[in-house]
């Protein structure tokens, strides 16, 4: 299956501050996909990224807040923007398998100061 | 959109017993369901997953049951070990979508006694 690079695996920032986390994959893929997930919670999708086109956002999540870019079918990144305490989370890619299951990077474990 | 349920949040079991995690879903065209295992500071890893084509699927000790009438699906850990002790996560992946995206259930802390 797919191997996801993802970097950093963490990173302490100023508030007001940006912060833009990469993912590598080992193989081409259609869509890549990214989640937040918050101290002791769950994993939400924040949005999925296509190739050659916008990212597609969920609800409660906006492009000028995190800017994705997907330049080819092995990278993507993810910009958290203007960031505040509230940011402080872990950020993960995930990207589906040729198997049909989904894999996911290590992770970026943010914390906003 | 999607909307997955999951219980309990929390598990403690005694080393060797049974453990069982529930989930239900709320849209009848997801299609695919895995669960994924989270120890502390790693990533979601995949333990095993099931088919809406497919009631029962089994893995050594682990094993996921979907009712597709009901909407459910439920991840059971026979003989577990200190090791199994993580979170552990279900998601419904949403089918009519020309892709699929996973929704993810809130979690449960399995906590596995010697």
């Known amino acids: 299956s797919a191997v996801i690079s993802q970097k950093p695996s963490r990173d302490i920032c100023q508030r007001g501050t940006s912060l833009t986390i990469q993912c590598q994959v080992d193989s081409q893929v259609t869509m890549m996909f990214w989640y937040r997930q918050q101290p002791g919670q769950s994993l939400t999708l924040i949005a999925t990224?296509?190739?050659?086109?916008?990212?597609?956002?969920e609800s409660g999540f906006v492009i000028d807040k995190f800017p994705i870019s997907r330049p080819n079918l092995t990278f993507s990144t993810l910009t958290v923007s203007n960031m505040s305490p509230e940011d402080s989370s872990i950020y993960l890619c995930?990207?589906?398998?040729?198997?049909?299951?989904?894999?996911f990077g290590s992770g970026t474990r943010l914390t906003v100061v | 959109g999607e909307n997955v349920e999951q219980h309990p949040s929390t598990l403690s079991v005694q080393e060797g017993d049974s453990a069982v995690i529930k989930c239900t879903y709320s849209d009848s065209a997801s299609n695919y369901f895995p669960w994924y295992k989270q120890e502390l500071g790693k990533r979601p890893q995949l333990i095993i997953d099931?088919?809406?084509?497919?009631g029962e699927k089994k893995d050594q000790r682990i094993a996921v049951t979907l009712n597709k009438t009901a909407k459910h699906f439920s991840l059971h850990i026979t003989e577990t070990q200190p090791e199994d002790s993580a979170v552990y996560f279900c998601a419904a992946k949403t089918g009519g979508t020309s892709y699929g995206k996973l929704t993810f259930g809130q979690g449960t802390i399995l906590t596995v006694h010697p």
């Open positions: 099931i088919r809406s084509n497919v």
């Open positions: 990224a296509n190739q050659g086109s916008e990212a597609t956002y």
């Open positions: 995930s990207v589906e398998t040729s198997g049909g299951g989904y894999t």
